[in-house]
């Protein structure tokens, strides 16, 4: 990070963690401030198993070659917390919105306009509508910005596997009659999240993914097999 970003980063990053705490208030609890804190806590897991891979594979290249960094651990921290600032799905119609709330808070907290630019970039790309619409946009956009594909990826895990089932059923309980009803909670299942398993970018999202889908096609098989008695 360039000078003058790196030196507020002891404020930056409390003021981060304590904006989106008090963000998150907003949403329902399938979608709160624990869901910041596991996919910060994801995105990181990510990005150092992806840095341990590459030094593995720097043992056997001759002595001198030298491991560049893969992630900027600070771009990591800062996109992960900010990641559903903004998110389109909860802003109400005819609602006055700001189309950069991310660079907003990071360039009104200290920060550059280049390092507001950056993660306010990144956050626009972990969407899944969008990357369904344009799938090669989110592939240019990691080309520049390496961290999207970690925070994205950890987005999506926190989207699947046993703690994914219980937010489909937290989201169906917050949405209360206007939702989907626990009986209809497996369709999203099939519409979004098998499909997410499929779509994750680093090697090390790739194989978590497999391993929290393999829970999805359990669970599925268990419900189905409970209703062909119950019904
Ligand atoms: P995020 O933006 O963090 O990926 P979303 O806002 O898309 O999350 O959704 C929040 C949670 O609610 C997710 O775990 C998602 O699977 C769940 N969810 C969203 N839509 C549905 C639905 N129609 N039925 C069941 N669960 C849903
Ligand atoms: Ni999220």
Redesign the pocket.
Known sequence: LPEPDQALLPTLLPETHAFVKAYMARYDS??DFS?VLRVLNLAHHISQTEQKYLQSVALVAPPTTKVAPLYDSTIVTLAALLH?VG?R?YIKEGEDVDESPVKTFLVGSGASEALGERVQTIVNGVS?SKEIKDPQRVLDLIESYPELAVVQDA??L??IGAV?IG??F???GAKGSG??GME??L??FE???LRLGTMMKTKTGKEMAEKRIQVLREFERCWLEEKSIAG
Request: no cysteine; charged share 40%.
């Open positions: 399938s979608h869901h559903d998110d799905k899944y987005d999506r926190d989207a994914g937010r489909t937290t989201f169906a939702g989907p209809n909670v369709k999203h519409e979004k999240l």
